[in-house]
């Protein structure tokens, strides 16, 4: 019998990655479907998976719905990849991002430990925790600093799985996932921005580029590459915590530099700067290392900077040709 996969935040980046990987390895994939904002399935349209995906109604802050959809399904092993996941918002919501990012994991393990503490499960927790940089280089064991709102639940989210694993046995692990894009990242985040105004400038359908911080350096990743990893890391006799990274960090003006340099362009004529679009705290660099999961899991990234970049600009290329309007959303529980 094939085995079964539910995932929350299906409608987001990774879940949509992470779907259509385990429909690939001939999963039962199942959906936790989250009705907070409009055209919810565009990104698993995108992969053209939409269709082959079991949903359920039901939010990560209403416990009740998640243990209806775990009885419902009977499910090997639960991926929780839902949060309020767009850091700027959590200054501005930080209760909801809390109740949802925060609380909603624990509602996710409460429910797995009541109903069958045998399903496997995933966190995604986030390089955002280490926030304030404690170590040059961050691994499983640097010290978290988290510097927003996002970093603050999530790590608490994080402890949590750590604590139901070590307090009932449960087969519970955590990727700190640092930060990982495609052309399914929402509108919302920098690096989507940028290569939507690359994109729109090349078309002559916009002048200028305005961002915040463009000296704020990330370890920059593909998504696709990222989701294996999850999986893999649920495959594993014993549950454990991951650092998953590239190894390299990027400025953001670097990253507008590649993305600018791919249509022929120079960044520099082309981006302004806002104070507005600052960060109250700021998380100044980025830089994973990956060992761990390279030596336990056999894990490590294989698309390079570069060829994301592109990807993503001739991506939005294509859907401003085809006038596709542009979808934001931060919320995927």
Same mark, same amino acid.
Request: with cysteine; net charge negative; aromatic share 10%.
């Given at each position: 019998?094939?085995?079964?996969?539910? &995932?929350?935040? &299906?409608?987001?980046?990774?879940?949509?990655?992470?779907?259509r990987?385990l429909?690939?390895?001939?999963?039962?994939?199942?959906?936790?479907?989250?009705?907070r @904002?409009?055209?919810?399935?565009?990104?698993?349209?995108e992969?053209?998976?939409?269709?082959d995906?079991?949903?359920?109604?039901?939010?990560?802050?209403?416990?009740?719905?998640?243990?209806r959809?775990?009885? %419902?399904?009977?499910?090997?092993?639960?991926?929780n990849?839902?949060?309020q996941?767009f850091?700027?918002?959590?200054?501005?919501q930080?209760?909801?991002?809390?109740?949802?990012?925060?609380?909603?994991?624990?509602?996710?393990l409460?429910?797995?430990?009541? %109903? +069958?503490?045998?399903?496997?499960?995933?966190?995604a @927790?986030?390089?955002?925790?280490?926030g304030? &940089?404690?170590?040059?280089?961050?691994?499983?064991?640097?010290?978290?600093?988290?510097?927003?709102?996002?970093?603050v639940?999530?790590?608490?989210?994080?402890?949590?799985?750590v604590?139901?694993r070590?307090?009932?046995?449960? %087969?519970a692990? @955590?990727?700190?996932?640092?930060?990982h894009?495609?052309?399914?990242?929402?509108?919302?985040?920098?690096?989507? #921005?940028?290569?939507?105004?690359?994109?729109?400038i090349?078309?002559?359908?916009?002048? %200028?580029?305005?961002?915040?911080?463009?000296e704020?350096?990330?370890?920059w990743?593909?998504?696709?590459?990222?989701?294996?990893a999850?999986?893999m890391?649920?495959?594993?006799?014993?549950? +454990?915590?991951?650092?998953v990274?590239?190894?390299r960090?990027?400025?953001?003006?670097?990253?507008?530099? &590649?993305?600018?340099a791919h249509?022929?362009?120079?960044h520099?004529?082309?981006?302004?700067?806002?104070?507005?679009?600052?960060?109250?705290?700021?998380?100044?660099v980025?830089?994973?290392?990956?060992a761990?999961? #390279?030596?336990?899991?056999?894990w490590?990234?294989?698309?390079?900077?570069?060829?994301?970049?592109?990807?993503?600009?001739?991506a939005d290329? #294509?859907?401003?040709?085809?006038?596709?309007? @542009?979808?934001?959303?931060?919320?995927?529980?």
């Open positions: 019998m094939s085995k079964k996969a539910f &995932i929350t935040g &299906i409608t987001g980046q990774d879940g949509a990655y992470l779907s990987f429909l690939g390895k001939g999963y039962e994939v199942f959906g936790l479907l989250a009705r @904002s409009s055209d919810t399935k565009w990104r698993l349209r992969l053209q998976i939409e269709d995906i079991q949903y359920v109604e039901g939010d990560l802050t209403d416990p009740a719905s998640l243990v959809a775990l009885s %419902h399904f009977g499910v090997d092993e639960v991926y990849l839902g949060a996941s850091v700027a918002t959590s200054w501005m930080p209760i909801l991002t809390g109740s949802v990012t925060g609380l909603g994991a624990v509602n996710l409460e429910a797995i430990r009541l %109903h +069958d503490p045998n399903i496997r499960f995933y966190q @927790s986030s390089s955002e925790m280490f304030k &940089i404690q170590e040059r280089v961050q691994s499983e064991t640097t010290p978290f600093y988290p510097r927003s709102p996002y970093g639940a999530k790590l608490y989210a994080h402890w949590m799985t604590n139901y070590e307090s009932f046995g449960l %087969h692990s @955590s990727g700190i996932l640092f930060n894009e495609s052309p399914l990242r929402g509108i919302e985040f920098v690096t989507r #921005k940028i290569t939507d105004a690359v994109a729109r090349k078309l002559q359908k916009q002048d %200028h580029l305005y961002l915040g911080n463009t704020a350096l990330r370890d990743g593909f998504a696709g590459d990222y989701v294996e999850m999986w890391m649920l495959q594993q006799d014993t549950p +454990d915590d991951y650092v990274a590239t190894g960090t990027t400025s953001v003006a670097d990253f507008c530099r &590649i993305a600018f249509v022929g362009l120079n520099a004529d082309y981006i302004k700067t806002d104070p507005k679009l600052q960060r109250p705290a700021e998380v100044d980025l830089l994973g290392n990956a761990k999961a #390279k030596k336990k899991l056999g490590q990234a294989k698309m390079t900077l570069e060829d994301l970049i592109a990807n993503m600009v001739d290329i #294509k859907r401003i040709d085809r006038e596709q309007p @542009s979808n934001r959303i931060a919320v995927t529980a």
